[in-house]
């Protein structure tokens, strides 16, 4: 009987998962119709996120852990776009990142991340391949994870945003679901960018990994994380 009711859930968590997904990232959705679904989403996404297995924050930050020794990590200034509620922060503190900054066009987002003082400062704005209001050379980091999805998330052409707020010498770190990058037409160009700009001297990568991840039904997910060192 308990088994039973544990498989029920199971199904009602995909189902919801699936109708979560197609409000913020299906066929047609434009900016506006997904910003308007994350508003919606982001009084429960932290138990959702925990529900669906979305773990692409501890990913991102044992990469920043690796990067940077413990005494050096409270001086480290991140930007953390497309932040959401603030689960990259949470997981960077606890490994003691202090300075961290969000970019992220979801008020209702960031206003669950300021419940719990997790960013200094916020920037509500979409980040694409035009400059941001935030100065160059600004940041020691830049982290993004979970930012690609089928449609109306981050265009490819924002690594050039990327490249620009991050200091020489600092890093671009990002976690994604690699099956909804193959399966939107928007990021065929997004690795070849990534090749095109390192061969031009912006960046250089430092690591590129791929793993398989469990979801909630116990399906199968391939994930993908970049680092690179930017120049």
């Not at 603030?86 to 206003?111: T, W």
């Not at 400062?121 to 979970?146: C, K, M, Q, R």
């Not at 390192?198 to 793993?211: H, P």
């Amino acid at each position: 009987m308990v088994y039973g009711k544990f498989v029920c859930w199971i199904k009602m968590a995909e189902k919801d998962f699936q109708l979560w997904m197609e409000a913020i990232s299906g066929p047609g959705a434009s900016i506006q119709e997904s910003q308007k679904a994350y508003g919606k989403w982001a009084r429960t996404y932290e138990q959702d996120a925990e529900k669906y297995r979305f773990n692409n924050h501890i990913k991102v930050a044992e990469i920043l852990q690796d990067l940077f020794q413990e005494n050096q990590r409270d001086k480290i200034r991140i930007l953390d776009i497309g932040a959401g509620t603030g689960l990259v922060a949470k997981e960077l503190k606890k490994y003691g990142f202090r300075h961290i900054d969000a970019l992220e066009p979801s008020e209702a987002m960031a206003d669950e991340a300021r419940k719990f003082n997790l960013y200094e400062n916020y920037f509500l704005e979409f980040i694409t391949g035009s400059p941001s209001s935030i100065s160059a050379n600004t940041y020691d980091v830049l982290t993004g994870g979970g930012i690609y999805a089928k449609e109306a998330h981050v265009p490819c052409e924002a690594v050039h945003e990327m490249i620009r707020l991050v200091k020489p010498g600092g890093f671009v770190v990002l976690v994604a679901n690699l099956d909804l990058i193959r399966a939107s037409k928007n990021y065929t160009d997004l690795e070849p960018l990534m090749e095109k700009l390192e061969m031009e001297g912006k960046w250089k990568r430092v690591l590129r990994e791929t793993w398989i991840a469990r979801s909630v039904e116990n399906k199968t997910i391939e994930r993908i994380a970049w680092c690179f060192n930017v120049l």
